[in-house]
């Protein structure tokens, strides 16, 4: 039988553009640091029946509708998107037992194949001004917002975090736009001082 | 630029969103007159006025209801559909 | 003659910095800090332009940007790479290198042949346009001569395409103006706790607190320190958008900022005075002679006469007698002020004062290049006396009254009412979190304007959430700093109202006489505040004529509408950096390398072809086409969009949205879906395939996906049935492998049983492809047995490559969009918006079998239903032209013509490689569309082209290559 012989691995969306880009590090990574984490483990569903379903499988579930909540022992995050939409990433062992659950009538599967960006720096404002129309300086982050919006023209689900007083925030779109994301905001990262890092130096804020 | 309150997301510019014309009740396709049917299919009012909406945040894709006054182009409020009494 | 003064307290000038410039070909040095006009002017020279119609000599007028007198080009050089046109003098920086001339001139500033207009200036009154080119047999002499003789700055065409960072910003609240009025607004507003954005055009912030007398400007320090308040000069505020909403533009870039609260402190014009040769260079308002003494140390004149209205013009003089400039005299168009300690001072200083005065008119010195001497005579309201005395000079400074820089405050939507008593038009009804305060307000004593900013800023704080609001009461003006009627006639004319447009006095009266008396009209006939400076400096002027002429009340003339920007803002800063966002899909490095030539589907990118070296692209095209029809093709559809509809409501959901029936659909079955609108137009097409009971996955097209996807979720939003609607259309690869051969290579990858009887025609199968989970699906896609594969994304690229790899051996070839629709047309396929139009029913497109008009109900159900009662308006029908035509083929919308008239249009052509003739699909009125009939296609150039009606598919019309008979 033929199918024993392949083992593919999933590619990041953004796999063609990185091959051939120059990473920094040092200031200029602590000024703009833009990371690649589209492979993160991820499970998404949505529906009526999803709060109690994610419960019941032990997920917590963040209480107010666009707002985030960590996983246990820094497993990940679960994030509510709008009112009765999840996603849930980090711990690929919980990803893969809720992808293979059981789902009841008002539970719908979304799968996720999002481009992923980890943005970091001290410039971090500078960049988010020139992108998008959202007043992220405003949000208090002790709530955990997850704001869904649009940056350089793409629609995109916003994670702000902050991490030793360095602004460290997650992007999620479309893999189908995560290029062309990951180029333009590259270019204006670059103009700022900043540019691609590998997602290894930016292990500690995963 | 004018900003649009979603009912979920909040305050946003209206670029985010997606207009789609004013909310009207179907008549039933099966007993309505073919006058009444193409009455609804084709003429909206465009007098100024309040109108009330169907909008869409494309970023979240929320549907929602706007109640817009057009001729003072004031966005009254912002609800989702049938929680609007 | 030098005019740089000793150092200033507080000058804006860097002595340290010497900056070399040439200016019409002459080389100057100035210092950093100055603006073009104040270098050139410090070096003695005074006339730095030509005016726009009779081409009279200019220097500087308000120094503000609120005239247009000195404009200049910029010529490439060392030190500029391109020219750039239009620079205004007065407000840009001295830069090293620059190599300036001016605009408008007929062979350069001194020599400007086009100053002779001026002699023919009684030919060419207020609206000679209009009247003196009537003859269309000289218009194109008149049109030549016009563009040589006008124009301002040239565009230099090696301009690089510059791309500016635009960015947004927000704040809490924005207060435009940091002069007293507006640091004392923002000091008030962030004491309370709002987070505060002051704006100032100058490259300093202040206002006229840093030239005034009488001023002081101890709050500048406060406001610069405070840590809530941000000041950005070099910046000013172009419109004024809803919500508060305003660009800002600087040198660099615009931001686009929204405020929760705005406060206007954006002063007030001074307004120059009418009378005979009042644009001589050295006649300037006073603070343009101000701000030359204190930001640049320019010596403005040597010996100066004022001309004043007010109290601010008692201080300038006393200013000017301080700085070393001998004053002749004082003249005040009043007879009498409440000023008296100031009128005490003036004297003090040896000055004369005249009251009840006004200057006639100004003579020009011997050379004709500025003022001499101006002459004195009573005034009355306009009512002027003989000439009483002629007073020798270098220079005016004319301080006379002010006009509220309201621009913004108009496009807010303020209603403005004409104070009288202050002779100045000021907010009445303010919109919702704007305020103002200051100048602009009709507060002008500096203690007031201070209180007033406060009471602003208090206000808009309180607005936004931050404290209690205002308690201050502003003291009214003890009297107008603006004069009723500081114009005075002349038979000889050249007393100008607008600088920019050089009109004078005559030509309003001249307007009014045409009948162009009403305020809108007098603008456009007279051109009056259309040049470049947008009425700043003569709008107010000119309403007040238009009011006595007509005889009516300024309140009643009203103003014309202040558009933006309220300066010209560089196009580079409008475009900034432009966002057009591209979809790709997983596979897109492959095609790539595999030499895919580009196109655009919507926002996505596809391969049009593949390019082979030495081949064509129209063989590149069929070669691919024919390669699927002998052997195998692959195609990326990952750009298809892909929907699924999920729980226990799912097929109902279907049936009310196609028009076809889906309940009975079997799981593991495939159908064709159209969908409609509510008025029976065919919008999109698709295949739904059935997972499971409430488990449905269906595809739109490209096109369609992200509308459709919004459209559905809208209409369960409203019928709230028990399913969910997930857009897939990113988070799936697919390709189509499709030919003869498609089976034999696709075994090679799969478990899944693919014999005819186990995954039939139009089948639907889950499985593992390459090693990866796979939905498979058999779909008629271009008429040969074939599978569309769909994989998660991120496996897309591994499934491409297995797929290619598997089929090496049978000469797999990857093709393109083209070739796709070269094939699907083939079969007669129709693609939604090319062969259907915004009106097209299904029945005219051939669709009529897939109606199933006896459902309970589905979106446009009832509009099909009126429409089938009426004849059918045109049908979709296939053709060919004859198998040995020769020549140029018809196009697409080439137009079907019978007995002369109108008969329907071409939707698709193109020569079939299959057939090795032209097929395509055509509209055309249902008597032309039996098979057999001959059309008659006409082309671009007339001539005709005649073809059949055949019925489709065209080729295998039994499909028995894409079905079990193969």
Sequence with gaps: ?206 | MKIMTCPINGPRPVSEFFYWGALREMPNPDTASDDEWAAYVFNKSGAPGVKKEWWCHTASNTWFIAERDTEKDLVLRTYLYGEGE | MMSRMHQKNGEWIDRSKAVSFSFEGKTYSGFAGDTISSAIYASGQRVMARSFKYHRPRSIMSLANHDANLIMQNGAGARFPYATPNVRADVTPLAEGMALTAVNTFGGLADDKASVLGKFARFLPVGFYYKAFHSKRLFPLWERMFRKLTGLGKVDFATPHIRTPKQYDFCDVLVIGAGASGLSAALAAADQGAEVVVVDENARAGGSMSYQPGTEDSILAKAVSHPRIRILTGTYAAGYYADHWVPLVDSEKMSKMRAKAVVFASGAFEQPAVFRNNDLPGIMLAGAAQRLIHRYGVKPMTRAVVLAANADGYRAAIDLAEQGVTVAALVDLRSSHQAGELEVAVKAKGIQVFSSACIYEAVPAADGQSVGSVRIAAFDDGVVGAVSKELECDGVVVSIGYAPAANLLYQAGTRMRFDKGLQQFVPEVLPYGVFACGRVNGVHTFASRLLDGQRAGAAAASHVGFGDGPNAVIPAEAESPSHVWPIVDHPDGKNFIDFDEDLQFKDFRNAVQEGFDNIELLKRYSTNGMGPSQGKHSNMNGLRILARLTGKEPQQVGTTTARPFYHPVPMSHLAGRGFSPERITPIHGRHEKLGAVWMSAGVWQRPEYYAQPGVERIDSIRGEAMAVRSGVGIIDVGTLGKLEVIGPDAAEFLERVYISKYAGLKVGMTRYAVMCDESGVVIDDGVVARLADDHFYFTTTTSGAATIYRELSRLNTMWKLDCGIVNHTGSFAAVNVAGPKARAVLATLTDVDLSGSAFPYLGLREGVVAGIPARLMRVGFVGEWGYEIHVPANFGGALWDALMDAGKSEGIRPFGVEAQRLLRLEKGHIIISQDTDGLTTPSEAGLDWAVKLDKLFFVGKRSLQIIAKKPLRQKLVGFMLDKDFTGAAPKECHLVIQNGKLAGRITSIAWSPSLQRHIGLVLVSPELSAVGTTLHIRLSGGDMVAAKVVPTPFYDPENLKQKEGA
């Design chain 1, 1 to 206: 039988m033929m199918s024993a012989a392949f083992n593919p691995v999933p590619v990041s969306p953004l796999a063609d553009g990185l091959s051939s880009a120059v990473f920094v590090s040092g200031e200029e990574a602590a000024n703009l640091a833009i990371a690649d984490i589209s492979l993160q483990p991820r499970f998404g569903c949505k529906g009526p029946g999803a709060i109690s379903w994610l419960t019941a499988q032990g997920v917590p579930v963040p209480t107010a509708p666009n707002s985030a909540c960590v996983l246990p022992q820094g497993k990940g995050r679960v994030l509510r998107l709008g009112v009765t939409e999840f996603l849930v990433e980090g711990d690929a062992a919980l990803v893969a037992s809720l992808a293979a659950a059981q789902r009841p009538s008002g539970v719908y599967p979304v799968l996720r194949q999002d481009a992923c960006l980890l943005l970091s720096g001290r410039k971090l404002n500078a960049l988010l001004l020139q992108s998008c129309n959202v007043n992220f300086a405003a949000l208090d982050l002790s709530t955990s917002p997850v704001v869904l919006t649009s940056m350089v023209g793409v629609g995109v689900t916003v994670l702000p975090e902050e991490k030793n007083d360095v602004p460290c925030y997650r992007v999620w779109c479309d893999g189908s736009y995560g290029l062309y994301l990951w180029q333009t905001l590259c270019t204006i990262a670059e103009e700022l001082g900043g540019g691609t890092v590998g997602a290894e130096s930016l292990a500690v804020l995963l």
